[in-house]
């Protein structure tokens, strides 16, 4: 199970740290993505961390402002968003996978297995 929060409303420019709360899961092979459905819009991979060969993906549009990283030992992913604007308002959902290669990454339909999403508002 993945459980997402640390979503809310902030100005344009603030900054949120999203946690996403993971159990259930035993195995150092794994990917934890996180990807956002802006409202009217496709559901998009934003950031991901595979654990193996600590890789990661950030998406173009994120790039520079937008970090993940993992603690393992709280069972607990981050993604920190800097430099919010409004464009990033969208619902954030963390996804968990296998181990995949960058290339794979940002695709959802490799994740199996899905948190409930939390609300990014960033307001003009």
């Known amino acids: 199970q993945l459980q997402a929060s640390g979503g809310g409303l902030v100005q344009a420019g603030g900054s949120l740290t999203l946690s996403c709360r993971a159990s259930?899961?035993?195995?150092?092979?794994?990917?934890i993505g996180w990807f956002r459905r802006a409202p009217g819009k496709e559901r998009i991979g934003v950031a991901c961390?595979?654990?193996?060969?600590?890789?990661?993906y950030i998406a173009t549009s994120v790039r520079g402002r937008f970090s993940i990283s993992a603690d393992s030992t709280r069972n607990t992913a981050y993604l920190q968003m800097n430099n919010l604007k409004p464009e990033d308002t969208a619902v954030y959902y963390c996804?968990?996978?296998?181990?995949?290669?960058?290339?794979?990454?940002?695709?959802?339909?490799?994740?199996?297995?899905w948190g409930q999403g939390t609300q990014v508002t960033v307001s003009s």
């Open positions: 961390f595979q654990h193996r060969d600590r890789t990661t």
């Open positions: 996804a968990g996978a296998g181990r995949l290669i960058v290339s794979s990454m940002y695709n959802e339909r490799n994740y199996r297995h």
């Open positions: 259930g899961f035993t195995s150092a092979d794994y990917t």
